[in-house]
């Protein structure tokens, strides 16, 4: 099984707002491309992983979150390591963030 695939705690911080996730990564059979889904543990809410791209330790993917009625399209960027933690940064017009997180272990 790919690194990646899997389900990962994510703390997430953006403009004074921390959100705790749940993100189960599903990596494709080439091993380049992956998919899946966030939930946001406080409301409940799910969103789909848009265009999920896969290098080495490096992941690229698309997010479209709502705060309130209004949706944010988060180009997200991070990396995955051997410890099963991660971090990246998420950045949507003019608002910027990071996340950090850590594999669940089954």
Same mark, same amino acid.
């Given at each position: 099984?790919?690194?990646?695939?899997?389900?990962?705690? =994510?703390?997430?911080? *953006? +403009?004074g707002?921390?959100m705790?996730?749940? *993100? &189960? +990564? =599903?990596?494709?059979?080439?091993?380049?491309?992956?998919?899946?889904?966030?939930?946001?543990?406080?409301?409940?809410?799910v969103?789909? =992983?848009?265009?999920?791209?896969?290098? @080495?330790?490096?992941i690229?993917? @698309? =997010?479209? %979150?709502?705060?309130?009625? %209004?949706?944010?399209?988060?180009? +997200?960027?991070?990396?995955?390591?051997? &410890?099963?933690?991660? &971090? @990246?940064? *998420?950045? *949507?017009?003019? +608002? /910027?963030?990071?996340? /950090? @997180?850590?594999?669940?272990i089954?």
């Amino acid at each position: 099984m790919h690194p990646l695939q899997g389900k990962w705690k =994510i703390t997430a911080k *953006a +403009m004074g707002i921390t959100m705790n996730l749940l *993100a &189960d +990564m =599903i990596v494709a059979d080439d091993e380049k491309t992956f998919g899946g889904s966030v939930l946001d543990e406080k409301t409940g809410n799910v969103y789909p =992983i848009e265009n999920g791209v896969l290098e @080495g330790n490096t992941i690229k993917y @698309g =997010i479209s %979150i709502k705060f309130g009625l %209004i949706p944010f399209k988060f180009d +997200m960027e991070g990396k995955f390591y051997e &410890d099963n933690t991660c &971090d @990246g940064s *998420a950045k *949507a017009g003019r +608002m /910027e963030g990071k996340y /950090e @997180g850590v594999k669940v272990i089954e």
